[in-house]
């Protein structure tokens, strides 16, 4: 029972440690917080302000971690805060993780995401205190042909365009730091690139992507959008994906040189399904019965495919996904209509939170 044995270990372990985290006040980054302000553990989030609008901002995420509003591409800054804070954990969430506002700037995407990533490790250089890193990626970074591949860690990595080239970088990056300067001269600070699938959990609320615009077309009694409904995806609740970033930061926290590596955190097969299968199963859920329409495109070329293989994960962490597909939705639309009758988010987030981990 992996699952079971990492939720028990990740528990046990956090209590007390002192993390740091990039992109807090993002969506995963904001059910971080609640995870880790459960977990008891000394958080400080450093990142852009948000809008009211975001999970965060609703659920007072202030109130649950030592909050610093910062740029990553402002290296004194994020060296200054690092190192005072003398976290024995890092977490680099902090990214631009829109597709399409990547395709748009380039410039900016690639300054935040490689730039920033070489920042956040010129900055752990300097800070004895830090034992393990972990780099946020995405299943993106394949070189992906569209031909149904179910990706492993081994496979050539790519990217045709700003986000996926970007976040291909930061895996380059993340090596080069590894073998030159943590994993050297006397040093051993375990440092990881994690490649997570399409994350989905409630509180989400960019409109660009797929599931608060599924969403809102229902609240609104409105046809949903979809640019290609037969697309497939390795869809993943936040919770597990989470789940699997701090397994793999506490393992390599305790074993630097056996789980300093590459690791997929996805779904089981079960979990690799088109946008149209989303969006029914969706629809039942929330009861609504209006159908769909194609949407414009945008210039950005997307895989008809894409999977991911997390046998490694499986074999060598103590790591699992525990919850289904239909629970993930189902509790996605639970908490969008919850947030409809106005419970607040961080009543939400703290059932949802205690319930996966059990407290």
């Given at each position: ?5 990492a ?91 829109i ?70 970088c ?5 090596d ?39 969403l ?57 399904q ?13 009861k ?9 495109t ?37 908490f ?24």
């Amino acid at each position: 029972m992996h699952a079971i044995k990492a939720i028990k270990n990740n528990n046990i372990f956090y209590n007390r440690k002192r993390v740091f985290l990039t992109g807090h006040t993002g969506f995963k980054g904001a059910w971080l917080t609640a995870i880790l302000h459960e977990l008891r553990t000394h958080s400080m989030g450093y990142a852009l302000e948000t809008d009211k609008e975001s999970l965060f901002k609703k659920m007072d995420g202030d109130s649950m971690i030592q909050s610093v509003i910062g740029d990553v591409r402002n290296f004194e800054k994020l060296k200054k805060e690092l190192c005072a804070f003398k976290p024995e954990i890092v977490i680099h969430l902090a990214a631009q993780a829109i597709v399409k506002d990547c395709f748009d700037n380039p410039q900016y995407a690639y300054e935040t995401n490689v730039m920033g990533t070489v920042n956040l490790f010129e900055a752990v250089r300097s800070c004895d205190s830090v034992k393990s890193i972990l780099i946020v990626t995405t299943d993106k970074v394949y070189e992906n042909k569209g031909d149904g591949a179910v990706y492993v860690e081994t496979d050539p990595l790519g990217g045709i365009d700003p986000y996926s080239s970007s976040k291909a970088c930061m895996e380059l990056i993340s090596d080069t730091y590894k073998k030159s300067y943590l994993q050297s001269d006397g040093r051993m600070i375990g440092v990881s690139t994690v490649r997570a699938s399409n994350v989905i959990g409630g509180g989400d609320h960019i409109q660009s992507r797929l599931i608060p615009s599924i969403l809102n077309s229902f609240a609104e009694g409105k046809e949903v959008e979809l640019r290609n409904p037969h697309q497939t995806r390795p869809w993943q609740s936040v919770l597990d994906a989470l789940n699997g970033y701090l397994s793999i930061a506490r393992l390599m926290y305790e074993n630097p040189e056996t789980y300093s590596s590459q690791w997929n955190i996805g779904p089981a097969k079960e979990g690799i399904q088109s946008v149209l299968d989303v969006v029914t199963k969706m629809q039942g859920y929330y009861k609504n019965n209006s159908g769909y329409t194609i949407g414009e495109t945008f210039k950005v070329v997307e895989s008809q495919t894409l999977g991911l293989d997390i046998s490694k994960s499986l074999d060598r962490l103590d790591w699992a996904p525990v919850l289904s597909l239909d629970k993930i939705l189902f509790d996605l639309v639970d908490f969008f209509k919850r947030q409809q009758a106005k419970e607040p988010e961080r009543d939400i987030c703290h059932g949802q939170v205690s319930d996966f981990f059990k407290f």
